[in-house]
């Protein structure tokens, strides 16, 4: 699990700006694959080869400019809660306003370290306008211009010198099952029926937090680490807050699962927040399993589940080779059926496809139905291998790689999911000069 890095601060100074600049090569990847252009917020990144998560908290809590300074705080108090160090954006062209008073305020109570980062700096001249900045009352700042990424390194130099080592090696290899949802889908319930007692009672005792713990499990022969996200709840908070925190936390429970087993809740349907999660879990490579819970409150027709189901299919797109199950944790109505699609899931994710093999049925594929031409130029397909990568990746070498358009990779990708079993998993198609 990697560190996290929380970028605060008032709306428009440029947080979102960094955001994209430190995370850009990486998404880039994953978004030429899915072909699909996705707001985040979170995501990967590594300096003086140390990875760490940045997370955009400005992204997450508000949706437009006007935002209120009741926003702010939960901002704020998010970055402190779940970040191991703060980036506190501020902007030279306004200077210092109220509400980056307040903010400072804030998380000058903190433990957390700061960096006052004054953004906007993009000449010589500005620099000497930053000095103003010292009446935040930090020991010092630095300054940035997030437009053209000059301080850039200054910043994350000192920044990962404070970040912990977190420990990459896991003390066992069992798979890890994290089990993520919106509040009150069921994710406790489904814990409880599945370990069989009552550890998972709700307390609340003001400022109760904990971060997502494991449980090691073994039934029916299947033995592995269930993370489970469900025991943490917040004291007085709004419905809002509570799902708010609830995508926050799945972070790192995501992070730290081979498989994430996704509960909704079946009167409430596949919403935003379910959203959130499942491309949360897809970006970072995850296996996935959806739980339709609460089947029981549903009046049922002979086409409901299938209907059902489809509505999510149209959600999820185009990562639609998904397990979906329909399940009552009440009435104890295939709770098992879901852990035995997460171990699939988890053994599709390891699967390992023998070059020979992988050769063998998808050149002739390719023969028939051979990638469009180009200016006139002829693409032709040579050789493909699965990468020994802990992830399913397939290269495919051809001789204009840079020829081989979004639609021809989705078959390839169709073909691959067609005729190996890669239900529930994420896979990268990529094409490369020969
Ligand atoms: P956020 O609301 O804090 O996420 O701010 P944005 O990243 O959306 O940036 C707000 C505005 O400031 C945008 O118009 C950016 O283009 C601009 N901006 C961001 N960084 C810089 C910078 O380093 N220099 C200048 N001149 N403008 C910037
Ligand atoms: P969590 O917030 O995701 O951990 O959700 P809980 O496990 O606390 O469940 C929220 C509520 O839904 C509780 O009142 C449960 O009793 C109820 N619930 C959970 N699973 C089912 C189910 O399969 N059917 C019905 N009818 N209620 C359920």
């Known amino acids: 699990m990697s560190a996290i890095v929380a970028i605060v601060g008032r709306p428009n100074v440029g947080k979102s700006t960094l955001f994209n600049r430190l995370i850009k090569r990486r998404e880039a990847i994953v978004d030429a694959v899915s072909g699909v252009t996705r707001d985040r917020h979170y ?39 779940e970040a191991d160090a703060i980036i506190f954006m501020v902007d030279v062209e306004a200077g210092i306003t109220g509400m980056d008073e307040a903010v400072a305020h804030l998380l000058r109570k903190s433990k957390k370290p700061v960096f006052l980062t004054v953004n906007k700096v993009d000449n010589a001249m500005r620099e000497a306008d930053a000095v103003e900045f010292y009446g935040l009352g930090f020991q010092e700042y630095y300054t940035l211009s997030g437009i053209n990424g000059s301080g850039t390194g200054e910043l994350l130099d000192a920044i990962v010198e404070v970040l912990p080592e977190r420990e990459t090696i896991e003390e066992d290899s069992l798979p890890r099952f994290a089990v993520v949802g919106r509040p009150n889908a069921g994710k406790s319930s489904f814990i409880n029926a599945l370990i069989g007692e009552d550890r998972y009672i709700v307390t609340d005792i003001a400022g109760t937090t904990r971060d997502a713990i494991d449980t090691r499990y073994n039934r029916f022969g299947f033995e592995f680490n269930l993370v489970d996200t469900a025991g943490i709840r ?102 098992f059926k879901a852990i035995e699609k997460a171990v699939e899931v988890y053994e599709n994710r390891s699967k390992r496809i023998a070059t020979s093999k992988l050769n063998e049925l998808m050149l002739p594929l390719i023969e028939n139905y051979p990638p469009p031409a180009l200016k006139g130029k002829y693409i032709k397909i040579k050789f493909c291998t699965q990468l020994p990568t802990p992830t399913p990746q397939f290269v495919f070498f ?28 994420p896979i990268d198609v990529y094409f490369r000069k020969k």
């Open 43 to 81: 995501g990967k990144t590594d300096w003086n080869g140390k990875e760490f998560s940045i997370i955009d908290t400005g992204g997450y809590v508000v949706g437009s400019d006007d935002v209120f300074e009741q926003e702010i705080d939960k901002q704020v108090e998010l970055a402190i809660e």
């Open 234 to 335: 917040r004291k007085s908070k709004v419905k809002e807050d509570l799902e708010f925190y609830s995508v926050m936390r799945s972070v790192r429970a995501i992070e730290h699962a081979d498989v994430c087993i996704l509960i909704i809740d079946a009167t409430r349907g596949f919403e935003g927040q379910d959203s959130n999660i499942f491309w949360l879990a897809e970006r970072n490579r995850k296996g996935v399993v959806i739980l339709v819970n609460k089947w029981d409150l549903l009046e049922k027709e002979t086409n409901t589940a299938k209907e059902y189901e489809a509505q999510i299919r149209k959600e999820i797109a185009p990562f639609t080779d998904v397990p979906i199950i329909f399940m009552s944790v009440l009435n104890k109505q295939r709770i």
């Open 398 to 425: 051809a001789n204009l790689p840079q020829y081989v358009k979004e639609p021809y990779k989705r078959f390839i990708e169709n073909k691959l999911r067609e005729h190996f079993d890669f239900h529930g998993v």
